[in-house]
C-alpha cells in the first residue's frame, strides 16, 4: 500500500466488481472489528454478488499488493474476519444454497449462508448440519468453516471439518481448484504433497491428539491414514490459506425425542469429572454451566425461564437420541443408564417436550449473557474457547480458576464439556492502556496452563489475532516452522489475512477499548449504568451480532432495520460500531458527521436492543444523546419541531373543539394534507393524524359532572368483599391518549372502576416528553418530565398506583425518565409505582383486583396483537397475555416492529423502510386474519400503522375488555 494508494484500490475494484465497493469512513468503520476485542480498519469493505466478482476482486488485490480478509457474520471473537486491505463481506450477497441431496445427504452452500438458512432448508428432509455454534442464526458456513466451528453437538456429529466434503477455494496465488480427498488431492498445491510425507512424523506427534484440538493448521487430515483430505485440511485455516467460493457439506439425520437429562454436582470441576463415563453412552452433547450462570439468566429473564434443576453449585446437561431402530422407551432407557453412570444422586430426566427445551434454554440463554460478569462488569474475549482432552477437565477447571482468583479475574464458566471445550469471558482490565499488560500476563499464564494439560488454546473459535503469538507456548518451534512452510505453498506474499497464525500480530496490538476516550455524560442521560460514560455504555457492544438474526420465532423484536436491509449500516452492531469510532476519534470525528448520521438515520428508536440484546445496548437512547449533542444551541431539522414538539401542537389545536373539527376537515382534504406534510418534513405518502374534538380530559369532567365518580367510590363488580373502603388508581392519559386517541383511556376508566377500583385523573397534564426524546431535545424533555413529577409523583408517594395508556410513555417513566432526571429522588419512586393495565390486573392483591375479579369472557375471540416496541423492551408483554388468556382469547402474538415507530415511520425518507419493516410481521398477519379478527394494538404508532397501510382499525386492551371491538 505504500506506492499503491486506496483511491487507486477502490477505482480499480469498482471497474471489475459487480457488487458494492464501499470505502466510506462508515462502511470502514462498521467494519473494523468483528465480535472480538480487536480493531482494524479496512481500506475498502467489497460485497461481491458471485463467484466471478470475488475473483476479480481478488485478482485486483493480489495485483495491487492490497491484503484480503474474508468475512461471514461478523461473529469471530478471535478477531479471525478483520483486516487492513480488502474485506469481502460473502453474507450481503453469496447467501444462496445452491443445492441440497436427500439421498446422498448433502448440501451445496455459498460462503455467506447462514447456518440456521441450511438448517431450515433441510429440516423437511429429516436432516440437518451437524455442528450447532450458538450463534447459529447469524453465523455463516463459510465462517464456520474458516474457525472449524462446533457447538455443543459435535460430540455427536464432530466439529465442522468432520462434516465438509469438498470446497471450491482460490489461493493466495489466485490458483482456483476443488479441494477434495483421496489420491492426488494433496497435487492442487504443488509441492503439498511432498512436504506432507517430509514431515508425517512431526504431524503424527503433535497434531489431531484430540478432537478439539483447532489451534494452528490440522494438518493431520494430510496424512495417508486419515484419507488425504485436503478439504477437511483447509477447514479451521481462518482464511490464511484460501479463499472459499462454495462448499460442499454433509448432512445427518435430525435425531428424534431427544431426552435431555441434568446432573447436579458441588461445582464446575466436579461435574467435569463425571464426564468421561457419561461419553460411553454415545449421548448427542453434554454441556457443562454453573450456579452463577443459572443465576445470571434468572436475574435477566426472569425465574421462569430457569425450570427446575437438580440440587448443585455445578451441572451436566447431557442430551441422549435414538439410535437408528430405537424407541422412545429405548431412548429414555438409556439415559436413565447414563444417569447411574453419573457419580450423583441429584438427577432429573427429562422426556422431549417443552421442559427438556426449557432445560436447554438456560444454557443457550446462558451463553447469550457471558458477556457480563456475575456482578455486571463488562466481560472480554480472548481465553473464551480453550479445550483439554476431557478426562483431564476437571483438574484443568480447578487450575484456571485457581488462577483466576490468584489474578483476580471474574468470568462465567461454562462449556462443551463432552469435547472438554470450556468458554468463559474475563473481566480484564482493558478499559485503559494501563490494563494491557495485565491481561496479556493472564493470557499468557493460562496458554501455558493449557498446554501443560496437553490441550489448545482455541477449541473452536480459532486463533485470530487473540491466541496466533500464543502458539509458541503449545507447539515447538518445527511445528510452527512447518506451518509456515504450508503457508507459504498457498499465499507466499502473505496477501490473505495477514497477522493470523503464521508470522502472527502481537495479541495487544490493535486492541479496541483501551483506547477509547472517556466521554462523560454532558446536560443529557446520565449513562449512570455506565459509570457516567458515554464511550463504556456504546462499548456494550461486543460484536455477537444477535442483531443480525431473525429472532422473532423467539419473540424477539431486535433489529427491525436491519431486517427491512440487510446491510450492517441498518443493525444495532454497525452503529454501535460507528459509535465506538467516535469515541476514540481515530475514523469518526464529529457527532455530527455525514457517518454518525448515515448510521442512525434508519434507527427506529424501537429500544428492542435494550432487551432482547444480551449486552444490554440501547441504541435509541444513544440515538437520543447523539441528536442532543449535535444539534445543542443550533437550528434543528424541521421535523424536530412539528414532530419532535407534537404534544404542544396538539394540545393547541385541541384546546378548542371547534378548532380540532376544522383542522381535521381541512387536513381530510388530500392536497392540503400533502403540503402541509412536505412543509414539515414529512413523507406525503403519510396520512395526517386525526385531533380529539373532545379531549379525554373534556370527556372526564363530564362523568365526574354527572355523578360517573361518586359511584365509582362504592364497591362495584369488582370490589373486595366486605369493605367499603375504595382502593385508588391513577390513570395517567398522556398526549396521545389526552389529544388523538382518547378511547384507550375512556375504556380504562370502565375496565378499572369495573375491577373496584376508585379512578383519579389528575387536573394537570402531565408530558413525558417522549417526542422531544425520540429527537434529541434533552433539555425540553427533562423540562416536562420535571413538571410531570410534579403531578404524578405525589400520588406514588402516597402508595397509589399510576397506570398508563400508551405504553412509549408509561416506557418513559419506567426507563427514560430515571436517567435523564438521576438526581431527582422522586424519578425512581415514579418509575417503581407506575404500571401497565395488565401489570395492575394482573397483580396479586392489594395491588390486583384479586382473585373475585374476573374479565368478560373472549371466548371464540381471535386476536392479532401488536405489542408496541417499548412495551416489549421495557415492560414486557407477558401480563397482556396472562390476561388475554385467562379471558379465554385466541391470541396471534407479533414479535417485531410494526415500522412507524412513533416520528420514524412519518419522516421524509423513511417511508419505504417503514412498510418494509411492516412486512416483517405485521401487514402479513393482518392479510391472514379473517374480518372478524380484532386487531390489537396499544400503540397510537401501531394503530395507525395498521390503519394507514391495510386500513385495518385497531383497538387497545382496555376497548378490547370492555367490548368495544
Known amino acids: 500500500m505504500s506506492t499503491v494508494t486506496e ?58 499488493g492490497v491484503p484480503v480478509t474474508a468475512r461471514g457474520g461478523g461473529t469471530s471473537v478471535a478477531g479471525n474476519s478483520i483486516g487492513p486491505g480488502v474485506v469481502l463481506d460473502f453474507s450481503r450477497h453469496m447467501n444462496e444454497i445452491v443445492a441440497l441431496d436427500p439421498e446422498a445427504r448433502t448440501a451445496v452452500v455459498q460462503p455467506g449462508v447462514v447456518m440456521s438458512s441450511l438448517q431450515a432448508v433441510a429440516a423437511p428432509h429429516g436432516l440437518r448440519f451437524g455442528p450447532d455454534p450458538s450463534t447459529q442464526n447469524r453465523a455463516t458456513l463459510g465462517g464456520m468453516i474458516g474457525n472449524n466451528a462446533c457447538g455443543p453437538h459435535a460430540v455427536a456429529y464432530g466439529r465442522t471439518a468432520d462434516n465438509v466434503v469438498a470446497l471450491d477455494v482460490v489461493d493466495g496465488l489466485g490458483r482456483r481448484f476443488t479441494a477434495g480427498a483421496g489420491t492426488g488431492a494433496l497435487d492442487a498445491v504443488p509441492g503439498l504433497d511432498r512436504l506432507v510425507r517430509a514431515e508425517m512424523a512431526t504431524v503424527r506427534t503433535a497434531l489431531g491428539r484430540f478432537g478439539r484440538q483447532v489451534s494452528g493448521y490440522s494438518l493431520e487430515h494430510l496424512l495417508p491414514e486419515h484419507g ?20 460442499t457439506v454433509a448432512l445427518v439425520p435430525v435425531p428424534t425425542a431427544p431426552v435431555v437429562v441434568a446432573l447436579g454436582y458441588p461445582d464446575m470441576p466436579a461435574a467435569a469429572d463425571a464426564v468421561p463415563a457419561l461419553l460411553a453412552h454415545r449421548p448427542l452433547a453434554i454441556e457443562g454451566m454453573d450456579a452463577h450462570l443459572v443465576d445470571v439468566v434468572r436475574r435477566h429473564k426472569g425465574a421462569g425461564a430457569v425450570p427446575e434443576l437438580p440440587a448443585g453449585g455445578g451441572w451436566l446437561l447431557v442430551e441422549v437420541g435414538a439410535a437408528p431402530g ?47 460478569t456475575p456482578s455486571g462488569a463488562p466481560a472480554w474475549p480472548g481465553w473464551e474457547d480453550a479445550a483439554v482432552p476431557p478426562e483431564r477437565l476437571g483438574d484443568y477447571l480447578r487450575d484456571f480458576t485457581a488462577l483466576m482468583a490468584d489474578r483476580g479475574v471474574e468470568g462465567l464458566l461454562y462449556g462443551h464439556f463432552g469435547d472438554g471445550c470450556v468458554h468463559v469471558r474475563l473481566d480484564l482490565p482493558l478499559e485503559t492502556p494501563a490494563g494491557i499488560g495485565p491481561s496479556r500476563e493472564f493470557l499468557e499464564a493460562s496458554a501455558d496452563l493449557v498446554a501443560a494439560y496437553g490441550g489448545s488454546l482455541s477449541g473452536e473459535h480459532g486463533d485470530g489475532r487473540a491466541r496466533s503469538e500464543l502458539l509458541t507456548r503449545m507447539y515447538t518451534p518445527a511445528v510452527l516452522e512447518l506451518f509456515g512452510r504450508v503457508k507459504a505453498l498457498f499465499d507466499p506474499e502473505n496477501h490473505l489475512n495477514p497477522g493470523v497464525l503464521v508470522d502472527p500480530a502481537p495479541l495487544d496490538a490493535d486492541l479496541r477499548r483501551p483506547y477509547a476516550r472517556r466521554t462523560p455524560a ?21 460484536g455477537v451480532g444477535k442483531c443480525r438474526a431473525d429472532n422473532s420465532a423467539a419473540g424477539g423484536f431486535m433489529c427491525p432495520s436491519y431486517q427491512a436491509t440487510k446491510d450492517e449500516k441498518d443493525v444495532t452492531r454497525g452503529r454501535a460500531r460507528v459509535l465506538q469510532e467516535l469515541t476514540n476519534g481515530a475514523l469518526v470525528t464529529d457527532w455530527g458527521s455525514t457517518a454518525v448520521r448515515e448510521s442512525l438515520d434508519l434507527c427506529l428508536s424501537c429500544k428492542a436492543c435494550s432487551a432482547d440484546c444480551p449486552a444490554g445496548v440501547d441504541m435509541a437512547r444513544y440515538k437520543s444523546e447523539v441528536l442532543h449533542r449535535t444539534y445543542a444551541g443550533k437550528v434543528r431539522p424541521v421535523n424536530h419541531y412539528l414532530l419532535g414538539q407534537l404534544p404542544r401542537w396538539t394540545r393547541l389545536v385541541t384546546a378548542v373543539p371547534a378548532l380540532a373539527k376544522l383542522a381535521n376537515t381541512v387536513l381530510g382534504a388530500r392536497p392540503l394534507a400533502q403540503v402541509v406534510l412536505r412543509a414539515g418534513g414529512m413523507d406525503p405518502r403519510r396520512q395526517m393524524v386525526t385531533f380529539a374534538e373532545q379531549r379525554f380530559s373534556a370527556w372526564w369532567k363530564a362523568k365526574e359532572d354527572a355523578g360517573g365518580q361518586a359511584a365509582a367510590t362504592t364497591p362495584g363488580a369488582g370490589a373486595e368483599p366486605g369493605t367499603e373502603r375504595p382502593r385508588f388508581v391513577v390513570l395517567w392519559a398522556d398526549t396521545f391518549s389526552e389529544t388523538l386517541d382518547t ?46 413529577l410534579g403531578v404524578l409523583a405525589p400520588y406514588a408517594a402516597n402508595g397509589i398506583p399510576v397506570v398508563g395508556v400508551e405504553p412509549s410513555c408509561t416506557a418513559v417513566l419506567r426507563s427514560d425518565m430515571v436517567d435523564l432526571l438521576p438526581d431527582d429522588p422522586r424519578a425512581p419512586m415514579l418509575a417503581a409505582g407506575t404500571y401497565t393495565l395488565a401489570e395492575l390486573l394482573t397483580a396479586p392483591a392489594p395491588l390486583g383486583p384479586g382473585e373475585h375479579w374476573q374479565p368478560a369472557s373472549l371466548e371464540g375471540v381471535e386476536v392479532v396483537a401488536q405489542p408496541h416496541c417499548h412495551h416489549h423492551s421495557v415492560m414486557g408483554w407477558d401480563a397482556d397475555a396472562a390476561l388475554l388468556t385467562k379471558a379465554g382469547a385466541g391470541i396471534t402474538r407479533l414479535a417485531g416492529c410494526c415500522g412507524l415507530a412513533g416520528n420514524f415511520g412519518m419522516e421524509k425518507g423513511h417511508y419505504d423502510t417503514s412498510v418494509a419493516v411492516a412486512e416483517n410481521a405485521l401487514l402479513p398477519a393482518l392479510r391472514e386474519a379473517g374480518p372478524q379478527t380484532v386487531y390489537l394494538a396499544d400503540g397510537f404508532s401501531c394503530r395507525t400503522q395498521a390503519e394507514q397501510l391495510a386500513g385495518r382499525h385497531g383497538v387497545h386492551l382496555a376497548q378490547l375488555l370492555t367490548g368495544d371491538r
Open 7 to 64: 483511491n487507486d484500490v477502490v477505482a480499480a475494484l469498482r471497474g471489475v466488481v459487480d457488487g458494492e465497493v464501499d470505502a466510506s469512513v462508515r462502511r470502514r468503520a462498521e467494519y473494523a472489528t468483528d465480535a472480538s476485542n480487536y480493531r482494524v480498519p479496512p481500506a475498502v469493505v467489497v460485497a461481491p454478488r458471485d463467484a466471478d466478482d470475488t475473483l476479480a476482486a481478488l485478482d485486483v488485490a493480489r495485483r495491487l
Open 228 to 247: 488425504q483430505d485436503l478439504a477437511k485440511m483447509l477447514v479451521g485455516t481462518e482464511g490464511t490459506l484460501v479463499t472459499i467460493l462454495q462448499a
Open 326 to 372: 430405537e424407541t422412545d422407551t429405548d431412548v429414555l432407557a438409556r439415559a436413565r443408564a447414563l444417569a447411574a453412570d453419573g457419580g450423583t444422586s441429584a438427577v432429573r430426566v427429562v422426556p422431549a417436550g417443552e421442559q427438556a427445551a426449557a432445560l436447554w434454554r438456560i444454557r443457550a440463554d446462558g451463553a447469550g449473557l457471558g458477556g457480563r
Open 522 to 542: 454532558r446536560k443529557g442521560f446520565a449513562f449512570a449504568e455506565d459509570g457516567g460514560d458515554f464511550a463504556t455504555a456504546v462499548h456494550r457492544c461486543t
Open 743 to 788: 378511547a384507550g383511556a375512556r375504556a380504562a376508566v370502565t375496565l378499572l372502576e369495573d375491577a373496584g377500583y376508585t379512578v383519579i385523573v389528575p387536573d394537570e397534564p402531565a408530558c413525558c416528553g417522549l417526542t422531544w426524546i425520540s429527537t434529541g431535545q434533552l433539555d425540553g424533555a427533562k423540562k416536562r418530565l420535571t413538571d410531570l
